[in-house]
């Protein structure tokens, strides 16, 4: 089954999605399978990574900041070549493994939507796979 979301972003960040894949899953009746979550947008970005220290965010931000700075050698027009580069070094999606009906996460993992070149409306889709 696929199901898809709407979120409004904020100027650049990590928004929390767990809650809507878990919704997805179980809305599905799948118990053991495979679930993708998928953005398609081209300056954003899907991850699964800590949700306990909120300080985790901060730090995944300033680190992409370091790691693809806005440069003025950039050709692009729309001037948004970091968000690019961030949207596929992270990339646009991520399969989880479904078990018991719930997505298999480790404990302090959570599934987010990173934003590189917000604020916009955003989607995402959560595909869920009996298997
Ligand atoms: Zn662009």
Known sequence: MLFQFD????????VDITR?????????????GICVIYC???TSAITINEN????VKTDFLYGMDKIFPDMSAFRHCEGN???HLKSSAVGVSETVIVSK???LLG????????????PRSRKFYVKVMRG
């Open 52 to 55: 306990a220290d909120p300080d």
């Open 40 to 42: 398609p947008h081209t």
């Open 107 to 118: 404990t302090w993992q959570g599934i987010y939507f990173c934003e590189f070149d917000g």
């Open 7 to 14: 979120l409004s972003t904020p100027s650049e960040g990590l």
């Open 20 to 32: 809507e894949v878990k919704e997805a899953i179980s809305e599905s009746g799948v118990t053991e």
């Open 101 to 103: 009906g719930r997505p």
């Open 81 to 83: 070549s970091d968000a």
